[in-house]
């Protein structure tokens, strides 16, 4: 079935370091990306998305690409702090009969070393 | 404006009983999602709610699982007769309409079956 997954399930970088998390997704009917950061213990919170009729989007510190054509999706935080070490997970919505169904995949663990 | 609430946060079941979990979105939001997450895994859809109706189940459980978000009061995500195989954190979301793609988390409630 169609799924979203992400290319690497840990990765640790240390405090000011650029991050880059990966995401794949098969579904070619997504339009909406969302990344999310969960902390231990906590509910995911909002950080950026992006419709498919974008290819960038920025934020604060962080900037999400969407490659339709590979079907790729990646978050990049700059000068990553401890204060984002956390789990980050990507999430499609595909529209129509799925409006409102958001897709996640299984995760990036994020570890900051100061 | 306080963010989506969910109660109990922690809830212990014995097998065969019931449990429920209780959902009060952000003010003025009118759709609710229930997600749920197994240990060191991605969210799984359940329920796409809003007022008095439900809008897409397919992710919900055939047998012993039912989701009400009534006219008035919190939603309800009830699970009869808990089995082990149903501990994991349940996660509410709240959108407002009409850009209900953006999903804001509430806590979660981390269901224990003894």
């Known amino acids: 079935g169609e799924s979203v997954g992400l290319h690497l399930p840990t990765l640790s970088v240390q405090e000011g370091d650029n991050s880059i998390i990966n995401c794949a997704y098969s579904?070619?009917?997504?339009?909406?990306f969302i990344w999310y950061k969960q902390e231990s213990g906590k509910g995911p919170q909002f950080i950026i998305d992006i419709r498919s009729n974008m290819d960038k989007r920025q934020g604060q510190r962080v900037t999400v690409l969407l490659n339709k054509t590979v079907k790729h999706l990646s978050l990049q935080i700059a000068a990553t702090q401890p204060g984002d070490s956390a789990v980050y997970f990507c999430a499609e919505n595909a529209g129509g009969t799925s409006y409102g169904k958001l897709t996640f995949g299984q995760g990036t663990i994020l570890t900051v070393h100061p | 404006n306080a963010g989506v609430m969910q109660n109990p946060r922690h809830l212990v079941r014995r097998r065969g009983q019931e449990a429920r979990l209780r959902c009060s979105p952000m003010k003025g939001h009118s759709h609710v999602y229930w997600y749920r997450q197994l240990p060191e895994e991605g969210l799984k859809f359940m329920v796409y709610?809003?007022?008095?109706?439900?809008?897409?189940e397919s992710g919900m459980p055939k047998e012993r699982f039912s989701a009400e978000f009534p006219k008035e009061g919190p939603s309800i995500l009830r699970i009869q007769q808990v089995v082990r195989g149903d501990s994991a954190a349940y996660f509410c979301?709240?959108?407002?309409?009409?850009?209900?793609?953006?999903?804001?988390f509430g806590p979660g409630t981390r269901l224990t079956v003894l």
């Open positions: 979301a709240s959108s407002p309409p009409p850009r209900n793609n953006e999903q804001f």
């Open positions: 709610l809003q007022k008095e109706n439900i809008i897409d």
């Open positions: 579904n070619s009917a997504s339009d909406y």
